[in-house]
């Protein structure tokens, strides 16, 4: 194995993620909190046993299909992708590998509709959530109707974090940085009582004492399983829907958009104005109500250029 000059061991995967960070650091790079984020909670965990000159394409074919498992959107693989590209570019122009012969096939992000549940979806799921057997997936869908959160900022709830007097829960690591989560009334009241039924000194709000963190990573299977039960498609109705039911509603309800982003801790305004197009009753209800001003600021206008009648 080819190694960078004055090195007597392969450099693994992970230290070169810590050293890659590092000199971005140092360098005033661009974006550094979300990439590693993205190297320590997916990349490095992945691949942090392989030297980083062994990375293969094979390798980030099967990170790319974990991910899409895991729930992750497209666009979110490809963010990440985006990084380990950066990181293997930088790894070659500062000598820690002699060259980069892993190709990164990136996903087609399309742009068609957003797919979210109507309101009778929405009590079909959580009905068939809360038939599953496993208890979490109920308490899951609440969440992320409720609140428009992230699959993996869901899961990693701590007790610690939902404040139920301020209706907020505290996201530590969110793509945009950290931030409170506003939460509606009705999930607080669930929330208070879910940590009620929670075992003494557990801290986490989806717990699995078998997992090495004490908390849920995935609850794709039984969501799928919801799905069903529910009559819904399960290869069109995924996690990631709940976010993207949560945020619709918000804006068919009329709440503006600088609003919806800070309750749904999109980076950029412009993320969220893809929902502003999604047809529906509302947009009929707006146009009408503009059909109406229209019509009345002509009638008023015919009304004065009338010629008035003479005594």
């Given at each position: ?9 392969p ?5 070169a993620?810590?050293?890659y ?20 909670q ?48 930088q ?10 012969s ?16 109507t ?17 979490n ?28 007097g ?59 399983r ?23 509603h918000?804006?068919?309800?009329g ?7 800070r ?16 047809s ?23 009304r ?8």
């Open positions: 194995m080819e190694l960078p000059e004055g090195r007597k061991t450099l693994s995967f992970e230290e993620a810590d050293r960070i590092q000199r971005l650091r140092d360098s005033d790079g661009k974006n550094i909190d979300i990439k590693e984020r993205q190297l320590r997916h990349l490095v965990p992945f691949l942090a046993a392989k030297p980083l000159s062994a990375v293969e394409s094979f390798d980030v074919e099967r990170y790319k299909k974990a991910r899409c498992s895991a729930g992750a959107a497209k666009a979110t693989v490809n963010r990440e992708l985006a990084t380990l590209s950066h990181l293997l570019n790894a070659v122009e500062w000598k820690w590998i002699k060259s980069k892993v190709r990164i096939n990136r996903f087609k992000e399309d742009n068609q509709r957003i797919v979210y549940l309101d009778d979806q929405c009590v079909a799921l959580l009905d068939a959530a809360a038939s599953d057997h496993n208890e997936v109920h308490a899951f869908v609440m969440v992320g109707l409720h609140t428009g959160m992230r699959h993996a900022e869901m899961l990693a709830i701590r007790r610690e974090d939902v404040d139920l301020k209706r907020v829960i505290w996201v530590p690591q969110a793509k945009a940085g950290s931030r409170e989560q506003p939460i509606t009334r009705e999930l607080a009241e669930y929330l208070g009582r879910r940590m009620k039924m929670l075992p003494p000194g557990c801290e986490w709000i989806f717990p699995s004492p078998g997992s090495a963190t004490g908390h849920v990573h995935t609850i794709r299977k039984a969501f799928r919801s799905a069903e039960r529910a009559g819904l498609d399960p290869d069109q109705i995924t996690p990631h829907t709940l976010r993207h039911t949560a945020v619709t918000l804006v068919q309800a709440v503006d958009l600088p609003t919806v982003q309750i749904s801790g999109h980076k950029t305004l412009s993320m969220v104005a893809r929902y502003a197009h999604q529906g009753s509302h947009i009929e209800a707006a146009m009408e109500r503009l059909e109406g001003r229209v019509s009345g600021t002509q009638e008023n206008t015919i004065k250029l009338k010629p008035k009648s003479s005594a």
